[in-house]
């Protein structure tokens, strides 16, 4: 069975910096590309990162480059997104993806059950 599972979330003030991890389980992930998306309330899920896991090749969405870091840890089987100088429209719940075809694309074939991040002004 695979199992996506988020953790790190939480309530940071504008600016902060929160890291978000997502334990991968139950199948070989090596060719998959895993990332992150997110929601915010009213508005739809949204791309946020991407790492393919054998290349370490990245993707951004253009709201959070510069600012947020997606790596892999290979020995712990393990999607981390590192997210700085956060500012209060990163509120959302954020979830753990994994697509055969990339997930910036919309081929997710895998989620996680998401985590909560709150950014206060």
């Known amino acids: 069975q695979v199992q996506l599972i988020e953790s790190g979330g939480g309530l940071v003030q504008a600016g902060g910096s929160l890291r978000l991890s997502c334990a991968a389980s139950?199948?070989?992930?090596?060719?998959?590309?895993m990332g992150w998306f997110r929601q915010a309330p009213g508005k739809e899920r949204e791309f946020v990162a991407q790492?393919?896991?054998?290349?370490?090749?990245?993707y951004y969405a253009d709201s959070v480059k510069g600012r947020f870091k997606i790596s892999r840890d290979n020995a712990e089987n393990t999607v981390l997104l590192q997210m700085n100088s956060l500012k209060p429209e990163d509120t959302a719940v954020y979830y753990c993806a994994a697509g055969l075809k990339g997930l910036n694309s919309g081929g997710v074939d895998y989620w996680g059950q998401g985590t909560q991040v709150t950014v206060s002004s």
């Open positions: 790492i393919w896991w054998t290349t370490t090749s990245t």
């Open positions: 139950g199948r070989t992930f090596s060719r998959y590309a």
